[in-house]
């Protein structure tokens, strides 16, 4: 009951807002967050078949958008304790954008829909690795991922939204996630999920509303229905149930160099322009029930708080996005209740660094998940020290025809928590229809 009249409630509210406020502005798509983002916005995004004789433009143009993609993730651990084994993971996402204030002038509204078909295998599984050498793979399945309803209200200050995505595609998501292979760097950070906040491609039903009180300070809260396992729950996504218990996330960020309202959940080639950066602080709230080592019974409520800072260190030239990046996360949950109860990452981007006509980004990261080494509830393995280590070095490069690809090696120590090393070498690709 509480659950309902939340929803009721929220839905009122936009539909209100919809109706009476005359201060929105046009939807820029870059404005839309969500998984899987590449590294350009809708209108200087490549794509294979073209611009459809200037069909997709005037679709654009009029608030229509449409992206259908391939990425995958070719992974070989070439060394380590397991037998070496090639693992290929899959994915094939389809989006349509729709921006009813130049379809319908409507002021400030818009609608975004996505699913995915995705497959193949999970090299972390295989290795037992905390840290996933692929930021997409997951599990096999084909369904429809995330749709929500947005109002943009007051000159962009107010923005409202509901329907079914993802927390982590918002809450703990890296900036610069398309230059990484690691998960922990090209989604969310790893240990998101001890609390049960839900990811794509199984997102469930949520409410967001985000407040923009200065030009360069946000602040957002939503509401998610955590479920320990909603491929279950919703297997083809068509189905939203709020099942679970109502989650709470709050984050709030400060972005030197760009507005708030223009933010994304990742970024651009187009928005590294400049000493830009993303300051995020942020926390999670699950009031159900966990197991735990301080008590023979599952006990009441997790949390987690994290902060991620990113930030243009130096640039060849301020109207340009040649240079250097840094970024760095961490976050932190009660030791008693998750076994990997702290993440670090650390990632450093070179930005064009080669005299070349083509676009390309090097990318070097490393990732430290700390272990709680006396959680033996439900995960029967000792772990012999208490951190996996984790670095990655990859290449990006983007050939001519929208095609994206990113040879990587990295190199993981203490795997899972034992005395077990590997390295692994493979590379990413993606191209844009």
């Not at 069909?55 to 992974?75: C, E, H, M, P, Q």
């Not at 998501?173 to 989604?187: G, V």
């Not at 409520?301 to 040649?322: F, K």
């Not at 976050?331 to 990452?345: E, G, I, K, M, V």
Request: glycine share 10%; with cysteine.
């Amino acid at each position: 009951m509480r659950h309902s009249l939340l929803w009721k409630c929220f839905f009122f509210a936009m539909v209100s807002c919809a109706a009476t406020s005359a201060w929105s502005q046009s939807i820029d798509d870059s404005l839309s967050g969500g998984a899987d983002h590449g590294e350009h916005s809708a209108e200087q995004q490549p794509h294979l078949l073209g611009d459809w004789g200037g069909a997709r433009t005037r679709l654009l143009n009029r608030g229509v958008k449409f992206d259908l993609y391939y990425k995958s993730d070719w992974l070989w651990n070439v060394s380590g304790a397991k037998e070496e084994r090639l693992a290929v993971w899959d994915r094939v996402r389809g989006t349509v954008d729709l921006d009813f204030s130049r379809l319908t002038h409507t002021p400030g509204l818009s609608f975004h829909i996505t699913a995915l078909w995705q497959g193949g295998g999970n090299l972390g599984t295989y290795l037992g690795t905390i840290t996933g050498p692929s930021g997409i793979a997951s599990q096999n399945t084909c369904r429809l991922d995330s749709w929500w309803l947005e109002k943009r209200a007051f000159d962009q200050r107010l923005i409202m939204r509901a329907g079914q995505f993802a927390a982590q595609d918002f809450y703990g998501s890296q900036l610069f996630a398309p230059s990484f292979i690691f998960e922990p760097l090209q989604y969310a950070l790893g240990n998101l999920s001890s609390t049960n906040e839900d990811f794509d491609p199984p997102s469930t039903p949520a409410a967001e509303v985000r407040v923009i009180p200065a030009t360069h300070l946000y602040i957002k809260y939503m509401v998610s229905a955590a479920q320990q396992n909603p491929y279950a729950y919703n297997p083809t996504g068509f189905v939203p149930q709020f099942r679970g218990d109502a989650m709470s996330l709050s984050e709030i960020g400060y972005s030197p160099g760009r507005k708030a309202s223009a933010l994304r959940s990742t970024d651009t080639v187009e928005t590294r322009k400049g000493y830009v950066g993303l300051y995020q602080f942020g926390g999670v709230y699950n009031p159900g029930k966990f197991a735990s080592t301080s008590s023979p019974n599952p006990v009441s409520g997790n949390y987690l708080i994290y902060g991620i800072a990113s930030q243009a260190l130096y640039r060849a030239n301020p109207d340009t996005d040649r240079g250097i990046d840094l970024s760095i996360g961490t976050d932190w949950t009660p030791a008693d209740r998750s076994r990997n109860n702290q993440d670090l990452t650390v990632a450093v981007r070179l930005n064009e660094p080669l005299s070349i006509g083509l676009h390309h980004t090097i990318g070097i990261a490393y990732v430290r998940a700390g272990i709680n080494q006396s959680f033996p509830v439900s995960f029967p393995v000792t772990s012999a020290h208490p951190a996996e280590h984790a670095f990655e070095a990859n290449f990006l490069l983007e050939l001519p025809h929208a095609v994206v690809l990113q040879p990587v090696l990295q190199y993981y120590v203490n795997t899972g928590g034992s005395s077990a090393n590997a390295l692994v070498i493979g590379f990413h690709t993606k191209i844009d229809f």
